[in-house]
């Protein structure tokens, strides 16, 4: 159960989009569709942003998206926006009912 | 809405156990696998276990698997974790986090107790230290 690996950091400037790269296994980011994505502000519990690897829930800009190649997942931010300097996880289902996260991307918004 | 209230945390010293408990409300809790998460000072996220929505699959991961223990109780709409044989590096908020779906089969008959975390508590900080 080692932990999805991502970047540490992006940044862009307001308007601009930065991608956040998650890279797994074919046992977990390759094996299933269940690749969701989430951002956590200072303190705050983290926030669900993607689902399904490419889904949006209700009430998330389509500023966000999300896709998957291989073992590889990417989340997407469109047009930065101030708010969305964050924290950012992706996490996969893992086999056996068993799940893992990423290692975290700190987004600065420059 | 949907709301998760941990509670239970503090300072335990290793080896001794703790008892965190999250009060659900806001939507059908039999109705849904529940988590938890959790996230050491500084830190990234870490799955920690879940528990089917009748509370009869229980799944953990390897660095607690034998230690904690996920439960549920349907008719309180609350959730358990019981904390045995504490070490300094489960220091860590705890969070009650809501699966979005599970408890069905696929196609090929594979089970899915869960799949997703789509609803989060505050979290309870659980601090190991002697």
């Known amino acids: 159960q080692s932990a999805l690996t991502q970047p540490p950091s992006a940044s862009g400037s307001p308007g601009q989009s930065v991608t956040i790269s998650c890279t797994g296994t074919s046992s977990d980011v390759g094996g299933y569709k269940y690749v969701s994505w989430y951002q956590q502000h200072p303190g705050k519990a983290p926030k669900l942003m993607i689902y399904e690897v490419s889904k949006r829930p209700s009430g998330v800009p389509d500023r966000f998206s999300g896709s998957k190649s291989g073992n590889t997942a990417s989340l997407t931010v469109s047009g930065l926006q101030a708010e969305d300097e964050a924290d950012y996880y992706c996490s996969s289902y893992a086999g056996s009912n068993n799940f893992v996260f990423g290692t975290g991307t700190k987004v600065t918004v420059l | 809405q949907v709301q998760l209230v941990e509670s239970g945390g503090g300072v335990v010293q290793p080896g001794r156990s703790l008892r965190l408990s999250c009060a659900a409300s806001?939507?059908?809790?039999?109705?849904?696998?529940i988590h938890w998460v959790r996230q050491a000072p500084g830190k990234g996220l870490e799955w920690v276990a879940v528990i089917s929505y009748d509370g009869s699959n229980k799944y953990y991961a390897d660095s607690v698997k034998g230690r904690f223990t996920i439960s549920r109780d349907n008719s309180k709409n609350t959730l358990f974790l019981q904390m045995n044989g504490l070490r300094a590096e489960d220091t860590a908020v705890y969070y009650c986090?809501?699966?979005?779906?599970?408890?069905?089969?696929?196609?090929?008959?594979?089970?899915?107790?869960?799949?997703?975390?789509?609803?989060w508590g505050q979290g309870s900080l659980v601090t190991v230290s002697s």
């Open positions: 806001g939507f059908t809790f039999n109705n849904y696998a």
């Open positions: 986090a809501r699966d979005q779906g599970g408890g069905f089969y696929d196609s090929s008959g594979y089970y899915y107790v869960a799949v997703c975390v789509d609803s």
